[in-house]
């Protein structure tokens, strides 16, 4: 059997995929254009049923399990996005969320580059999204392997930030392409001039540290073109479209 038949078959349990992604657009702000794909991870388990990431993920990250499912997953992603290509869908990128266990070991690099290796796919159209918890880890060690890999051209993304009680600052302690505004930020604008003038400095601070600043949960054009004004540049949330499996996602004539 070869090694993608193996990969295959592990992916599968009675016939129903035990990891399946669901993919929502990143779009742009100017002209609502799809620009990149963000991915949500929902496991399916005989005993348990279909589980989202605020299910299982806490407890998976905190065994070496989760570097097995990550690999699984990095074959979907990967086996999705050439369908896309075939489709002629128009992406730089698809994301996918990396545990830090992974992230933190000296083969991080070389575990991913093995598995697409085996794939028609470069490392820029791969973005791999982090765990808030990222900004708490202060030995250097993901920091490092952050900047090794963005050598290679992988991108990493962090989300949630500008949320309640976020520690922004810690943001210059790692090089992000990325960062996805907590969908909190998104209600505050056009609530006052006030409150516009907070997510700008934000967007303003995130573009200083040469990151790309994302919006997350917009809902209306309206809020589109108040983060174009404000020099955001991506959206995404329900404006955007709803997540969902690779074999619904086809070329839009919009786009």
Same mark, same amino acid.
């Given at each position: 059997?070869?090694?993608r038949?193996?990969?295959r078959?592990?992916?599968?349990?009675?016939?129903?995929?035990a990891?399946?992604?669901?993919?929502?657009?990143?779009r742009?702000?100017?002209?609502?254009?799809?620009?990149?794909?963000?991915?949500?991870?929902?496991?399916?388990? +005989?005993?348990?049923?279909?589980?989202? =990431?605020?299910?299982?993920?806490?407890? #998976?990250?905190?065994?070496?399990?989760?570097?097995?499912?990550?690999?699984?997953?990095l074959?979907? #992603?990967?086996?999705?996005?050439?369908?896309?290509?075939?489709?002629?869908?128009?992406?730089?990128?698809?994301?996918?969320?990396? +545990?830090?266990?992974?992230?933190?070991?000296?083969?991080?690099?070389?575990?991913?580059?093995?598995?697409?290796g085996?794939?028609?796919?470069? =490392?820029?159209?791969?973005?791999?999204?982090l =765990?808030?918890?990222?900004?708490?880890?202060e030995?250097?060690?993901?920091?490092?392997s952050?900047?090794?890999?963005?050598?290679?051209?992988?991108?990493?993304?962090l +989300?949630?930030?500008?949320?309640d009680?976020f520690?922004?600052?810690?943001?210059?302690?790692?090089?992000?392409?990325?960062?996805?505004?907590?969908s909190?930020?998104?209600d505050?604008?056009?609530?006052?001039?006030?409150s516009?003038?907070?997510?700008?400095?934000?967007?303003?601070?995130?573009?200083?540290?040469?990151?790309? =600043?994302?919006?997350?949960?917009?809902?209306?054009?309206?809020q589109?073109?108040?983060?174009?004004?404000l020099?955001c540049?991506?959206y995404?949330?329900?404006y955007?479209g709803?997540?969902?499996?690779?074999?619904?996602v086809?070329?839009?004539?919009?786009?």
């Amino acid at each position: 059997m070869s090694d993608r038949s193996k990969i295959r078959e592990s992916i599968t349990i009675d016939g129903v995929r035990a990891i399946e992604l669901m993919y929502r657009a990143i779009r742009r702000t100017d002209d609502d254009g799809q620009a990149f794909y963000r991915t949500n991870m929902r496991l399916n388990s +005989p005993n348990m049923g279909t589980m989202m =990431p605020d299910r299982y993920l806490s407890v #998976l990250d905190s065994t070496d399990r989760c570097i097995s499912v990550f690999s699984l997953a990095l074959v979907q #992603l990967i086996q999705a996005s050439e369908k896309f290509s075939e489709r002629g869908i128009d992406f730089k990128w698809c994301s996918m969320y990396m +545990p830090l266990r992974l992230l933190r070991k000296n083969d991080c690099q070389k575990t991913v580059s093995e598995i697409i290796g085996e794939y028609s796919i470069f =490392p820029e159209n791969i973005c791999f999204e982090l =765990p808030v918890s990222l900004l708490y880890e202060e030995d250097g060690c993901c920091a490092e392997s952050i900047r090794n890999m963005r050598k290679r051209g992988f991108h990493f993304m962090l +989300p949630g930030v500008g949320g309640d009680g976020f520690p922004l600052m810690k943001l210059a302690d790692f090089e992000l392409d990325y960062i996805l505004l907590d969908s909190r930020l998104t209600d505050m604008l056009g609530v006052s001039e006030r409150s516009d003038s907070c997510v700008k400095s934000i967007i303003s601070f995130i573009s200083e540290l040469d990151a790309e =600043p994302v919006a997350d949960g917009v809902s209306s054009s309206e809020q589109t073109a108040k983060l174009y004004d404000l020099e955001c540049s991506f959206y995404t949330g329900d404006y955007a479209g709803n997540y969902m499996l690779e074999r619904f996602v086809r070329k839009k004539s919009s786009d």
